[in-house]
């Protein structure tokens, strides 16, 4: 925490823009969360939910985030994986309070709040999108970790190898990202929970129905030991992608 506060207080005026609160849910626990201000005094301004890796603390995802969400003009609210996974009511409901929180907030047009998820965290933003319609765009794993399990549990239970037929599943696939009702950022390869196969073949179904969802593979940078995935030029890839998407406000 102090190396992150002392990060934080390098960024100037962004010192000030960054504050801990508690998200107040249904039954009166308490989400400990990190709230970025978008910075931009009498302006209404989108706002992103950024839930971290399941192998990240909220305070490493902002440290890492804050350099890109700073000049955007939008506002964050950074929750950790194990808070949102752990507890003992649901996952969905939590986050609601999350969407609940930003939407009491003068600063944020409640018609343009996104949610980012990698990792395990994005199969949490595809729930989170399903069961709130207030969410504007979604940076998630479309549905790919559930049904992918689910596909695997039933293998395991039947004792076969095989997997359902590929048009039986592409159109299952299909009826969950049209009801995401959302426009949708997969992140595939890498780190994450899409392998790069079944990321292109979402697409690739999504652009036949007129689904609004975009593939994004992490780029790599070339280092003397090899290649490796260049995390700062993806998430800067993916802010710009929620900055387009939640640029305009909504009818009304």
């Avoid at 934080?8 to 970025?36: H, M, N």
């Avoid at 603390?57 to 955007?72: H, K, N, Y």
């Avoid at 990698?118 to 940076?139: F, K, M, P, Q, Y």
């Avoid at 079944?198 to 593939?215: F, P, Q, V, Y």
Wanted: proline fraction near 4%.
């Amino acid at each position: 925490m102090a190396k992150l506060e002392a990060g934080i207080s390098q960024f100037g005026s962004l010192e000030q823009r960054v504050r801990r609160v508690e998200i107040a849910s249904w039954d009166e626990c308490k989400l400990p969360s990190y709230y970025v201000s978008a910075g931009r005094p009498g302006e209404c301004a989108p706002a992103v939910i950024c839930i971290s890796r399941e192998d990240e603390t909220g305070a490493m995802l902002l440290g890492r985030l804050l350099p890109v969400i700073a000049s955007r003009g939008m506002a964050a609210l950074v929750v950790a994986y194990d808070d949102v996974s752990t507890s003992r009511h649901g996952r969905s409901e939590i986050l609601s309070s999350c969407l609940d929180y930003l939407t009491a907030r003068h600063e944020v047009d409640a018609s343009r709040i996104g949610v980012y998820g990698e990792g395990l965290s994005a199969a949490l933003a595809t729930e989170s999108a399903l069961a709130d319609r207030r969410i504007a765009a979604a940076v998630c794993d479309g549905g790919l970790w559930n049904w992918t399990r689910t596909l695997a549990s039933v293998s395991w239970m039947t004792e076969t190898s095989h997997l359902l037929d590929d048009h039986l599943a592409s159109a299952h696939r299909s009826r969950l990202a049209r009801r995401l009702k959302c426009p949708i950022l997969v992140v595939a390869g890498g780190r994450s929970i899409v392998s790069v196969p079944e990321g292109i073949k979402l697409e690739s179904d999504c652009t036949a129905a007129r689904i609004d969802l975009k593939l994004l593979m992490p780029p790599l940078a070339p280092t003397p030991a090899g290649e490796f995935e260049n995390f700062a030029a993806c998430d800067n890839d993916i802010f710009s992608w929620l900055e387009q998407k939640l640029a305009h406000t909504s009818a009304g």
